[in-house]
């Protein structure tokens, strides 16, 4: 295993807000920052060192990349898997391409969770509109058909309630082939980070509750309000992925909570997660800082919980009224992304509030008005 120090460079396929905050954690540590990403002045390409402006599936780029840096990692998983794989073999890339090739299509990856010993809702592969016509009944309604490649933030799947529906999905197969799975009328979502390094240490971050609008997240809240068996049980099942992965980096695992206790794993992201975000105040380490400890081979810390928190996010619609009362807020520790054009559900950025009170904080935000509207 090498061990990657200060003054060396960290190379990030993709330039998002996930990649600029992985940047911001290492630069304090003294490492340089070269980035591959398709727009000049990205997040991320904003603040690293060297810049490489070209597709992710540029094979020269990603050479490039790989030769200017002492070490890769990415942070999404939707770039080319061949590749991540052909760059694996000249440069030094601790978290492999396996991990992204399972993640990028949802059909490996659940097949692998449930190879992990973990359970997922139940579901079926449907090649084509008429196979899912034909085998829709077999997971039965409501239910939600989902691409196979591309979908996120509630993107690339659809809702059905009954089969006078069907139609409404036809236009999936156009990407690709889909899993159809039931709909869980679950309890609450929760998140587990687990980050290991290639010796084999491993922890996962303090467990967040998760509360979607839109498909998108909107608020996590730390700890997530679960009994704590369903803490443990949640911490055992990331456990049991990552190992059977042998994960090196970062995993985020959304879960759904049942009303009977029971968790069933909906998806798994190779990076550090919008969910994670809050430990940058919250936790003893951040999500973004032990993922650079992990892919530069040093120890990890155990990240403990400083306070209970809430994290919100900010998009694009949240700016305007954002802008009117972020000086009055000293508590609210604010992330912005550097992104110049402030689109209706684009992440712009996110923020932090620790808190005792975490049902008055919450009440506190609705009533602030600027999420009114989402
Ligand atoms: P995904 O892209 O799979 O993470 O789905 C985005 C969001 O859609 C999830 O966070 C859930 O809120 C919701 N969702 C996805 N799959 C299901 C399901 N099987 N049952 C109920 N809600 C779901």
Redesign the pocket.
């Known amino acids: 295993m090498t061990t990657i120090m200060p003054g060396r460079t960290i190379g990030i396929i993709g330039g998002g807000q996930l990649g600029r905050m992985m940047a911001l954690a290492a630069k304090e540590a003294g490492f340089k920052i070269a980035v591959l990403d398709p727009t000049i002045d990205s997040p991320l390409g904003q603040i690293a060192d060297i810049q490489i402006v070209a597709s992710y599936d540029d094979q020269l780029a990603l050479e490039e990349l790989g030769e200017v840096s002492d070490v890769v990692t990415f942070e999404f998983e939707n770039i080319d898997y061949e590749g991540l794989k052909r760059l694996t073999e000249i440069a030094n890339v601790p978290q492999g391409a396996e991990l992204v090739r399972i993640t990028q299509n949802?059909i490996v990856e659940k097949k692998e969770i449930t190879a992990a010993g973990v359970t997922v809702?139940n579901y079926r592969v449907v090649a084509s509109f008429k196979e899912l016509k034909e085998r829709v009944t077999e997971v039965g309604f409501p239910?939600?058909v989902?691409t196979a490649l591309g979908?996120?933030?509630?993107k690339?799947?659809m809702?059905l309630d009954s089969m006078d529906e069907i139609n409404k999905a036809e236009t999936l197969f156009n990407h690709s082939a889909c899993i159809v799975?039931?709909?869980?009328?679950?309890e609450k979502?929760i998140s587990v980070i687990i980050q290991r390094n290639a010796a084999g240490q491993s922890y996962c971050l303090p467990i967040s509750e998760?509360i979607?609008r839109n498909?998108i997240?909107h608020e996590s809240i730390v700890p997530a309000r679960v009994a704590p068996e369903v803490m443990n049980a949640a911490e055992q099942s990331a456990k049991l992925i990552a190992n059977y992965l042998q994960l090196v980096g970062t995993l985020a695992v959304?879960m759904?909570l049942l009303e009977n206790g029971e968790l069933l794993i909906?998806?798994l992201a190779p990076r550090p997660h919008n969910s994670g975000h809050y430990s940058i105040e919250a936790s003893s380490i951040s999500q973004f800082h032990q993922h650079i400890r992990a892919i530069c081979g040093w120890s990890l810390r155990e990240p403990k919980l400083i306070s209970p928190c809430v994290m919100v996010n900010v998009l694009g619609q949240h700016i305007a009224p954002l802008s009117k009362v972020i000086s009055e807020k000293p508590q609210w520790s604010v992330h912005l992304y550097g992104k110049e054009e402030a689109k209706h559900d684009r992440k712009m950025g996110h923020i932090t509030i620790l808190t005792d009170d975490v049902s008055r904080e919450l009440k506190d935000i609705e009533a602030s008005g600027i999420w009114s509207k989402s």
């Open positions: 949802r809702a239910c939600i989902k979908g996120y933030d509630g690339g799947q809702k799975e039931e709909f869980i009328p679950f979502e998760n979607h498909h997240l959304e759904f909906n998806e």
